[in-house]
């Protein structure tokens, strides 16, 4: 069976940048696990002494905090100073932008529609910056009761899938007379989304390599499984089973923005190793 | 045969607008004809002895002008108020808004973007407010050669269709970081497409009465082919011919901005009794 990987996959530039951070901040805990991947997190702790707190509630004794990539809450931000403790800011500058985007439109008299998922992390520090009328929607049905005002400002979490960013768009330019559209979905992940595509159309059987948790690795699959019926994603290579490449031919590989490369190397050792 | 009329069709506010500032200056000149229709221009000379002049060329010697719904060009105007001609505005409010966009746009840095037909006046006299980079397009393909900044302002001139409009919007979101987007299609407009799609669905036979010039005319007619395969365009009554309405059970009338009631009328009389 032949193995394709995708053009563009893994670890995106906000990722490895927080990963250096983090490695040049001996002894220091992120708040929330600095990615979603446990292996990756393991190694930061043996050899970083990088320590992972569940929330903002425990870290009241620390010395110094890692603000992992998807960024916190400004009220976060201003308890961690009022304790003094130190601040490592590994917040992915795509998201300190979608920040001050937020926060600069909100005090422009805008109404802020934030395309993402309320729980996320990444969208409640981003939200957390605008102060005036801000919401978060997954649809355009979540837009219908809503009372904006004239001028709506639309950004999206940095890891949704565009075609969607784009309906929310278009049925807001429809009922506002402007709409200020910044397209804060990140480079990388425009770029994993669009190889994916690609490769899912000429392959007979795709594997997604990602944190089931990770909002860019859901995206990743769902556009995987849009094109591809039998996708499947993995945390790592022990979820792999034999029975999904049986009569396979070409089988494509891909990968979440926190998936580091080695688990995509042992990945494609034990599928090529499978003989189907 | 069943005749019905569209929810929405003929005279937009602006066009009314300019025709009761017309009656009110009497013996002025409009620059261009006042609306896409022979007859109310005529109806317009008889009665209130307001003159068509071609272009902006034979103005030199008149004392008073009227700018008609599309607005003029700036330098056309600077040049009207250097002859001491005295200025009856009738530009559509919502082209003065389009205006006022297009040079706070330019001013602030944005690459203006306006879809629209460049030889529409309508679009010439909003281009001329835009100061440094501005494009006028009608397709994506026309944005392919362009190298716009990264901030792009979206506008429409007030007559063209939505859907193709969001396409443009879509493209350029895609492709660039911050799109505003400001909707100046006309709302008149838009509900006499939204009238024109519901009704085309539900009959037999459409007549679109308009202009043939008239962009907003030529919008609802191409909406209305879409849907009802027999669409007509006529001018007026006289264009009407009895075997597009053989076998056919119901008849859809609908008509473009420029068209005054009594045209309507008249249309929907003869169409009464062809007796088919």
Same mark, same amino acid.
């Given at each position: 069976m032949e193995i394709k990987l995708a053009q563009n996959y893994g670890f995106c530039f906000g990722v490895k940048r927080a990963i250096k951070i983090a490695e040049s901040a001996r002894g220091a805990s992120t708040i929330g696990p600095l990615i979603h991947n446990n292996e990756e997190i393991l190694r930061l702790k043996e050899n970083f002494d990088i320590t992972t707190l569940q929330s903002i509630d425990d870290a009241a004794s620390i010395k110094k905090a890692i603000i992992r990539t998807h960024g916190i809450p400004k009220d976060d931000l201003e308890y961690l100073k009022s304790k003094n403790i130190e601040i490592v800011d590994a917040t992915c500058p795509f998201v300190t932008k979608l920040q001050k985007i937020c926060e600069k439109m909100s005090k422009d008299g805008y109404s802020v529609v934030i395309f993402g998922d309320e729980n996320h992390p990444e969208v409640q520090s981003v939200k957390s910056y605008a102060e005036n009328s801000v919401v978060v929607i997954?649809? %355009? =049905?979540?837009? =219908?009761s809503l009372n904006l005002s004239k001028k709506v400002a639309l950004v999206s979490q940095t890891t949704r899938k565009f075609e969607e960013f784009v309906k929310i768009a278009n049925h807001l330019i429809y009922t506002h007379k402007e709409v200020r559209v910044?397209?804060?979905? %990140?480079n990388a992940t425009l770029e994993n989304q669009k190889s994916t595509k690609t490769l899912a159309k000429e392959v007979d059987v795709m594997i997604v390599v990602g944190g089931k948790n990770s909002s860019n690795t859901k995206q990743v699959y769902a556009i995987s499984k849009e094109f591809c019926e039998d996708s499947y994603l993995i945390e790592n290579e022990n979820e792999l089973k034999k029975e999904w490449f049986f009569e396979k031919k070409i089988c494509g590989i891909t990968a979440g923005a926190s998936t580091p490369d080695w688990i995509i190397k042992k990945t494609i050792e034990k599928i090529s190793n499978f003989k189907v």
């Open positions: 997954l649809s %355009c =049905e979540d837009l =219908e910044f397209n804060t979905i %990140c």
